[in-house]
């Protein structure tokens, strides 16, 4: 029989680290979700409803809205135990001298998540002249956008796939899910 697997208190702490982040991020897409019913995020609403996303299909991904605001989500999420270094190592707030600020800022948010449930990061659109026009989590201990696809959550509960469609982005997914194509994601 084989050897009992030795404690390693170093891959401990990673996967505590990385459940610790997968948390953070699906605390966030609540977030965002929740704020793309209220008052700040009317104009994202409003801009998925025109490309003909229905809020059941919003529901189904999870979109959400960023505020525009500075600190709005970093506020959210310390109120509910998170650090600022959890954020900023999260990919959620920028840094830079004395300033602390949101990276998703005015923006729709399509939570990107694995198959496996976990909330990875996620893909924000600017409504107005903004840039870039598309804005990824940079690259975190549990999100690189190159191996990753958009949509990779909903393939395990659609039964019977004989074929993977890859697409160019978000709305992409969005249009064809709604059209009920299944097996679709999109590259990050």
Excluded: C
């Excluded at 975190?140 to 949509?151: A, I, S």
């Excluded at 019977?160 to 990050?188: H, P």
């Amino acid at each position: 029989s084989p050897p009992p697997e030795e404690y390693n208190p170093r891959a401990e702490q990673e996967r505590n680290r990385r459940e610790r982040m997968y948390q953070l991020n699906r605390d966030a897409a609540l977030y965002y979700h929740e704020v793309l019913y209220s008052p700040e995020g009317a104009a994202v609403l409003d801009y998925l409803h025109r490309r003909g996303i229905t809020d059941g299909l919003i529901r189904r991904f999870g979109l959400g809205a960023s505020p525009d605001a500075w600190s709005s989500a970093m506020d959210t999420l310390v109120e509910k135990g998170y650090t600022k270094e959890e954020l900023q190592t999260a990919g959620l707030i920028h840094v830079k001298e004395n300033h602390v600020y949101d990276v998703f800022r005015d923006r729709a948010i399509f939570p990107i998540i694995d198959l496996y449930g976990n909330t990875l990061g996620f893909g924000g659109r600017a409504l107005g002249n903004a840039q870039p026009k598309y804005l990824n989590t940079q690259d975190t201990l549990v999100f690189n956008k190159r191996y990753g696809v958009y949509g990779a959550n909903l393939l395990r509960r659609q039964r019977g796939l004989e074929r993977i469609i890859l697409v160019e982005g978000y709305m992409d997914v969005l249009a064809l899910a709604q059209a009920d194509i299944q097996g679709v994601v999109a590259t990050l």
